[in-house]
């Protein structure tokens, strides 16, 4: 067997390798975005934490706020009804759907 036609096998074993790891990620990641899609209007705060920093969410009376300043989370059904009473947020709502 000469080198170039090790080479070639080598080639043919790592595009292997990588097609089952882009296999395996696009897997899991349809998973993720099932187990995601599955919570539907979950808020957040049922997690009690900041998304970004981990700290403690406190609950307000329509929201989750992060008690470090990170920002107020809202469920898409909170923001629905805020957007009644805005014309701009119900635009940007609109082109999110």
Not at 31 to 44: F, Q, S, V
Not at 57 to 84: D, I
Request: net charge negative.
């Amino acid at each position: 067997m000469s080198n170039q036609e090790k080479d070639r096998l080598g080639d043919k074993l790592r595009d292997l390798e990588h097609g089952r790891e882009d296999h395996f990620f696009a897997e899991r990641d349809k998973a993720l975005l099932a187990k995601l899609r599955a919570k539907g209007d979950e808020p957040i705060a049922a997690t009690g934490a900041c998304p970004l920093c981990g700290q403690a969410l406190q609950t307000l009376a329509n929201a989750s706020a992060c008690a470090a300043g990170h920002g107020v989370w809202l469920t898409r059904s909170q923001l629905e009804e805020m957007a009644g009473r805005s014309d701009g947020l119900r635009e940007l709502l609109a082109r999110l759907a």
